[in-house]
């Protein structure tokens, strides 16, 4: 029997999942065991309809006991609920991303709305801007997002936002909609800068960090995540892109996130069982239709 930070290898387990994570239990005895929780994923993508039954499973076995699979199609919303009335552990959100900001710029707020009250939908999202790739008119991108902005703010439920080579627009929006109201709200897969990263602090977001993190070449953003403050962070995997280091270039899948989060960890200077206890309850915080217990 060998233990790490997230995971307790037994031949005999029975598990119940609460706030504090897992209490794992062992012909050997009792091991508590602090859970992870994949904040972001696409479960809905054909990467994964062959297999997804091993992927969840998968997951459960690394210790990701909890999954939000995200909406990037408003219009291709039942499918991503099929697939959360699956699976007692995955959650979705509803939602237009900016590559479909045009496409979907006719969506309307009770559209969302709407939608939002399923039980599984516990997120906003995701929308932002990308100016990376401009898919969509940039502002058409503004437009669909302040509609986003508008949902979280009426349901409460966190935005999740997708923020790429567009931090001063970004702070901008997220100032002047916060003077408007409050609304939960995070940075997901944060690869920005470290102004966006404070700003959104200020703000009362949330920041959560994917496989990039663990790139060779992501010196500056560990550097940019040391200095947050621990109860602001989650993780993420944005599966099926973006695998951590050991699996970079391949298929990445909610299992994974437990690498990610071992270098937060590390960035941090705290132990993986702590930092996995810290994001996971970070997580119930911010998304609080989630059942505490289950």
Same mark, same amino acid.
């Given at each position: ?8 290898? #037994? ?17 050997? $005895?009792?091991? &508590?065991?602090?859970?992870? #929780? ?20 998968? +997951? ?25 009335? +699956? ?37 906003? /999202?995701?929308? $932002? ?6 898919? +969509? ?14 949902? @979280? ?14 931090? *001063? ?7 002047? *909609? ?14 920005? /800068? ?16 994917? $496989? ?26 944005? &599966? ?5 280091? !050991? ?7 909610? &299992?994974?996130? @437990? ?8 960035? %941090? ?16 915080? %911010?998304?609080?239709?989630? !059942?505490?217990?289950?």
């Amino acid at each position: 029997m060998r233990e790490t930070g997230y995971r307790t290898h #037994v031949s005999l387990v029975v598990e119940t999942v609460g706030l504090d994570g897992l209490l794992t239990v062992c012909a050997g $005895g009792v091991f &508590a065991v602090t859970m992870l #929780v994949d904040s972001h994923c696409h479960l809905d993508f054909p990467d994964f309809a062959e297999e997804r039954d091993e992927i969840i499973s998968r +997951a459960h076995e690394a210790g990701v006991k909890l999954m939000v699979t995200i909406c990037t199609r408003v219009r291709r919303f039942d499918q991503i609920k099929e697939i959360a009335e +699956a699976y007692d552990s995955v959650y979705c959100s509803v939602g237009t991303h900016p590559h479909q900001a045009e496409e979907e710029a006719d969506v309307t707020l009770e559209e969302i709305l709407e939608l939002a009250k399923h039980p599984k939908v516990v997120a906003i /999202g995701e929308a $932002g801007l990308d100016y990376f790739y401009d898919n +969509a008119p940039r502002d058409v991108q503004e437009k669909v997002l302040r509609t986003h902005i508008t949902a @979280a703010r009426e349901t409460q439920l966190p935005l999740v936002i997708h923020s790429r080579d567009a931090d *001063e627009d970004m702070m901008r929006i997220l100032e002047e *909609e916060m003077k408007i109201g409050s609304f939960p709200a995070l940075l997901h897969c944060f690869s920005s /800068g470290k102004e966006l990263a404070q700003k959104g602090l200020e703000l009362g977001l949330y920041v959560s960090f994917s $496989g990039i993190l663990t790139f060779k070449r992501s010196q500056e953003l560990r550097d940019i995540a040391a200095e947050l403050p621990m109860d602001r962070l989650l993780v993420e995997t944005d &599966a099926p892109y973006l695998a951590p280091q !050991p699996w970079r270039g391949k298929r990445n899948e909610p &299992a994974y996130v @437990a690498h990610t989060n071992k270098i937060l960890a590390e960035a %941090l200077g705290v132990s993986e069982g702590e930092m996995a206890s810290a994001t996971t309850k970070n997580f119930l915080r %911010l998304f609080s239709k989630v !059942p505490k217990t289950r």
